[in-house]
Nanobody, 118 residues
Framework: QVQLVESGGGLVQPGGSLRLSCAAP???????????IGWYRQAPGKQRELVAS???????NYATSATGRFTISRNNSRKTVWLRMNDLKPEDTAVYYC?????????WGQGTQVTVSS
């Protein structure tokens, strides 16, 4: 298990940008780097979906909805993963969570709310 803490959400206008952070303050380096970490989101009334993921070595994958607009990155020595979101759209409104990929029972944090609205 790795405890992950999300931050950085907020209210932004369509077309705006946000950067979300995911920290693992209690994890040791060798454990953190072994995990694929992903950003998930859950909009009201919808299932949670995986938006982007990054391996310990920095390889990335994106959902179609995120490709070209979102960038996931990580710094293993800082035990942190970021999600840079550009050109945000109202349909990006959701609670964003970070977790391992696959989840395999790792606990979910509180998430961070992203609201895209004019």
């Amino acid at each position: 298990q790795v405890q992950l803490v999300e931050s950085g959400g907020g209210l932004v206008q369509p077309g705006g940008s946000l950067r979300l952070s995911c920290a693992a303050p209690r994890s040791i380096f060798s454990t953190f780097v072994s995990y694929v970490i992903g950003w998930y989101r859950q909009a009201p009334g919808k299932q949670r979906e995986l938006v982007a993921s990054v391996t310990g070595g920095g390889s990335t994958n994106y959902a179609t909805s995120a490709t070209g607009r979102f960038t996931i990155s990580r710094n293993n020595s800082r035990k942190t993963v970021w999600l840079r979101m550009n050109d945000l759209k109202p349909e990006d409104t959701a609670v964003y969570y970070c977790n391992t990929v696959p989840n395999q029972g790792n606990s979910w944090g509180q998430g961070t709310q992203v609201t895209v609205s004019s």
